[in-house]
């Protein structure tokens, strides 16, 4: 027992040595059990570097130095015999073990000569997804949507800053962290949006730049951050938004929300304003995409060329910042920036000679791989027009991954093309989808539910009238409109002659929020909620009186208008889904029984075409014209009066002219004296 005990014990000292040796640089990092001639014995030593076989032969690693012998510990595992060898110095001990104990040496012996594992790589807490939508028009026309997220799971609103950016780009976390932003919403569009033509898009925006952002309730000078963000997100898009200042900025009491978590009802934390004059070109587009964590080198972003997206009909680009939950809990939050861009291909614009669309034709590229970073990335095509059986276009390459989603009240199906399978690339590594019609189909898309229509009225340049139609096209649903109006102070609005008619009676609105303006310092604000019946058209009209600018406020095309911009429209819309009151023969009849469904409403925020107005302009040709004929009066007659006050007089004898000389030469030939 006393031995048994000795031989645990030098065994303990052994794996000590062991580890002091793994600590010295010149040592081998573990030690190794060798089979020797296919026998378990070995002979575990760190003396010069090495390991002692079976026949008592050193071996040193190539490499490294020699280090002078010193007395070391050994042992010996014979399996055979169930003997333990010992070696302390020069002598060396023999003990007979048991089979449970010779395992646990030999456990304990492997253990210290497996390979360190490495640390658990943490799991990223940002993640990106990309997607591209695309929706075939009746019209011919192609709708193109692109959609970038990308997901932090961090606060950049705490004491300390955030240094290390992955994902996430830097420069809109520094403004969100300085600003103390809860939401950020900026868009860029060019073109409208015809609804009659395209039907209602993913995601709606006015014509010109739209930002409207929520602070944070520590903010104290809510106007003075307004101001100072404007500024920095003119220089991070490259836009016109330093011209954003007190006399287009509102602050809307109902209309805009928090998209994001957190419904503060306290109003002065959010700041809306729009451009809408501003224009939309390549140098707004190329910081947009170096947002973006692969930029345009590589995913779906590499199809974004500027020259063929503003050779279109239409095309919005978005920023979208807001704080979602992290998981469902809700314990935690994170950050969601979405990138979105939308597009119209007009058909007759591009060229073509036939209904037939590609990638290729659309942006000059194809889709080569996905950007590396992201963790999603698909192809949406819409084939919801396009029934098995009744094919209206070919769709190639085909495959068989199809989706359905309720969009925009809308049961949709689409065709899936995931981009981080080979599936989609063929032998080819190239993915260029192909749409080609069958047959020559025209018509208009299906008129949303919800849309509205704005233009001016009225005669000469003193008095107008604004004109607003909100359309409710359901057959036997109606539902309540938040109509937002934002017009510049030079139109002084009369309030009082405010007048809302739905199917030729007074449609009275249940709530009104009217901010009056203050000339040169702010614009009207009216809000107001209005039931629409069911498919009705409700008019919603109010007179104003143009103003005389001073000379100095108009710009330098006075003639052409001053813009005012869009109507904005919030509502809760009814489902076309649940519009449906035909489609009971295949569903269980207890479906029946419920009069909504997941579907029955949804939000929607829809805008009307700016206004262009013309205001009293003076004839700026008539100074020109004055400062012409003043100058010419006064160069002649001040150079004549200057002339005949300066200029002197001197009288000069006259001088003999030719013929007189020739006379006095002929008398003197004549030898007479000269005249």
């Given at each position: ?30 030690e ?34 020699e ?6 510990e ?56 990309e997607?591209?939508?695309i929706?075939?028009l ?115 009491s ?9 419904n ?51 095309h ?18 994170s ?43 698909k ?8 029934p ?22 809308d ?32 018509g ?9 229509e ?33 017009v ?19 449609n ?22 209005v ?18 600018l ?24 009814p ?51 004055v ?16 002339n005949?006050l300066?200029?002197?007089?001197q ?22 004296p000269?005249?």
């Amino acid at each position: 027992m006393a031995s048994h005990r000795l031989g645990v014990a030098v065994f303990v000292l052994v794996a000590t040595a062991i580890l002091a040796a793994e600590s010295e640089p010149n040592q081998v990092e573990s030690e190794q059990l060798q089979d020797v001639g296919g026998s378990p014995d070995a002979v575990f030593s760190d003396a010069e570097g090495g390991f002692k076989t079976g026949d008592g032969a050193s071996e040193t690693v190539p490499g490294q130095a020699e280090t002078p012998p010193h007395p070391v510990e050994t042992g010996r595992a014979d399996s055979a015999g169930r003997r333990v060898s010992i070696e302390v110095g020069s002598d060396r001990v023999e003990e007979p073990v048991a089979d449970e104990e010779l395992e646990n040496l030999q456990a304990e012996f492997d253990l210290q000569d497996a390979p360190q594992q490495s640390e658990p790589v943490p799991t990223p807490r940002d993640h990106f997804a990309e997607e591209l939508v695309i929706r075939p028009l009746l019209s011919g026309d192609m709708y193109t949507s692109f959609q970038f997220r990308t997901r932090w799971d961090t606060d950049l609103h705490r004491g300390k800053k955030v240094s290390h950016y992955r994902l996430f780009p830097k420069s809109l976390g520094q403004v969100i962290s300085k600003f103390s932003v809860r939401e950020l919403h900026i868009s860029f569009t060019q073109g409208f949006w015809r609804t009659a033509q395209w039907g209602q898009p993913l995601l709606s925006a006015p014509p010109g730049a739209e930002l409207w952002v929520w602070f944070q309730d520590s903010v104290a000078d809510v106007d003075g951050a307004w101001r100072e963000l404007t500024s920095v997100l003119s220089g991070i898009f490259c836009a016109s938004l330093n011209f954003i200042d007190s006399t287009n900025t509102v602050q809307p009491s109902a209309s805009f929300k928090p998209m994001g978590l957190g419904n503060v009802t306290e109003q002065r934390f959010l700041r809306y304003a729009v451009l809408p004059r501003e224009i939309v070109c390549t140098e707004n587009l190329t910081p947009w995409k170096k947002l973006l964590p692969c930029e345009s080198q590589a995913g779906l972003a590499v199809l974004l060329k500027s020259e063929k997206l503003f050779h279109s009909s239409y095309h919005s680009q978005a920023v979208h910042i807001r704080p979602v939950c992290k998981d469902s809990a809700c314990r935690e939050t994170s950050w969601e920036l979405s990138q979105t861009l939308g597009i119209v291909f007009d058909l007759h614009a591009s060229g073509q000679s036939k209904r037939e669309w590609s990638l290729f034709k659309m942006f000059s590229r194809t889709l080569t791989e996905p950007c590396p970073l992201a963790s999603s990335s698909k192809v949406y095509v819409d084939v919801t027009d396009n029934p098995q059986g009744e094919e209206l276009f070919d769709l190639s390459p085909a495959v068989s991954l199809q989706t359905q989603a309720v969009v925009l009240g809308d049961r949709r199906t689409f065709t899936v093309y995931d981009l981080l399978t080979p599936e989609p690339y063929g032998p080819t590594r190239s993915l260029n989808i192909l749409l080609k019609w069958r047959q020559q189909v025209s018509g208009d898309m299906q008129r949303p539910v919800l849309h509205t229509e704005r233009y001016v009225s009225g005669y000469g340049l003193q008095t107008g009238e604004i004109n607003t139609l909100l359309y409710n096209s359901h057959p036997f649903r109606a539902f309540p409109v938040l109509l937002m109006e934002t017009v510049p102070w030079y139109l002084r609005l009369y309030i009082h002659t405010l007048t809302v008619q739905s199917k030729g009676k007074e449609n009275k609105p249940s709530y009104i929020h009217y901010l009056p303006s203050k000339d040169r310092q702010r614009p009207h604000l009216l809000e107001m909620l209005v039931q629409l019946p069911p498919h009705s058209v409700t008019k919603v009209t109010v007179q104003f009186e143009r103003a005389l600018l001073k000379w100095t406020e108009y710009t330098p095309d006075p003639n052409h208008g001053f813009y005012v911009s869009s109507s904005v429209v919030s509502a809760m819309v009814p489902s076309v889904v649940a519009m449906d009151t035909n489609s009971t023969e295949g569903r269980p009849l207890f479906t029946t029984l419920f009069h909504s469904t997941e579907e029955s409403s949804y939000f929607m925020r829809v805008y009307s075409e700016p206004l262009l107005v013309n205001l009293p302009t003076p004839d700026f040709s008539m100074p020109y014209n004055v400062i012409c004929l003043t100058c010419t009066v006064v160069a002649v007659g001040y150079g004549s009066l200057y002339n005949l006050l300066t200029r002197t007089f001197q009288v000069e004898e006259p001088s003999g002219g030719l013929t007189k000389r020739l006379a006095n030469v002929i008398r003197r030939l004549r030898g007479v004296p000269a005249l």
